[in-house]
């Protein structure tokens, strides 16, 4: 898997500084500037990116301040190395980076803390993960789904959310699906998976036009792609 941690744009990081500057500090706010705190008490090589980048996904809804905080105050309890602590916080910096949701990331790096698991497993966890989501937003680009400008949604340009929402469970059956020790070449066992998450989400969480859209362009071969560009 190649890493693919860009450095972020400097306007973007001026224009959530100032976005946080506005008025007083509200809950969220105060737990951005935790979550600075326990970042920077971690002698990180490349902490100051980790942070612009998180910053970018606490303004874009990305990234939940009070999750990442527990995650953050977890790491620096655990006993694990530093290398790979910061190699799992640049796996969330890289995705946020790319402009996609990291939250189901930090809920999967908690839920392996809690469990127990080594923090060098939970990173391999975490990084297949963000690789997935990755490829599934290219997947879906390549079918022609797309991200809606603002007030110009229509289908097959859907709206920031209801893009985010097709990724995060289409990207989560799939890693479930890898971790159970499903097969990458079984494409119509990954499918029905995949059919089976977005039904049951269909008209609850995610439009039934959405799903029925993804349904209708995604088959067993795309699927199978995904997971094997990801585990190559």
Do not use: N, W
């Not at 527990?70 to 790979?84: N, Y």
């Not at 392996?112 to 391999?124: D, H, M």
Request: glycine share 8%; aromatic share 6%.
């Amino acid at each position: 898997m190649k890493a693919r941690f860009q450095k972020v744009c400097p306007l973007a990081v001026l224009g959530v500084v100032l976005l946080f500057a506005h008025g007083g500090m509200t809950h969220a706010e105060s737990a951005v500037a935790d979550v600075t705190k326990a970042l920077q008490a971690l002698p990180l090589s490349r902490g100051e990116e980790i942070l612009e980048a998180f910053k970018i996904g606490f303004a874009q809804g990305h990234l939940l301040p009070e999750e990442t905080l527990r995650l953050v105050t977890r790491l620096s309890a655990v006993e694990a190395s530093l290398v790979d602590k910061e190699a799992l916080l640049l796996t969330f910096a890289s995705v946020l980076a790319e402009g996609l949701p990291a939250k189901t990331l930090v809920d999967k790096a908690l839920e392996g803390l809690t469990r127990g698991v080594p923090l060098s497993q939970i990173g391999l966890q975490v990084s297949i993960r963000a690789y997935l989501l990755t490829e599934v937003r290219d997947l879906l680009y390549a079918k022609g789904i797309f991200v809606a400008k603002e007030g110009e949604a229509t289908s097959p340009f859907l709206p920031p959310e209801r893009f985010d929402l097709l990724i995060i469970h289409i990207a989560d059956a799939s890693g479930e699906y890898l971790e159970g020790g499903g097969s990458p070449l079984e494409g119509y066992l990954l499918e029905e998976v995949v059919r089976l998450r977005l039904s049951k989400l269909k008209g609850a969480v995610i439009p039934v036009e959405d799903v029925e859209l993804v349904l209708a362009r995604i088959g067993p071969g795309d699927l199978s792609r995904v997971v094997l560009e990801v585990l190559d």
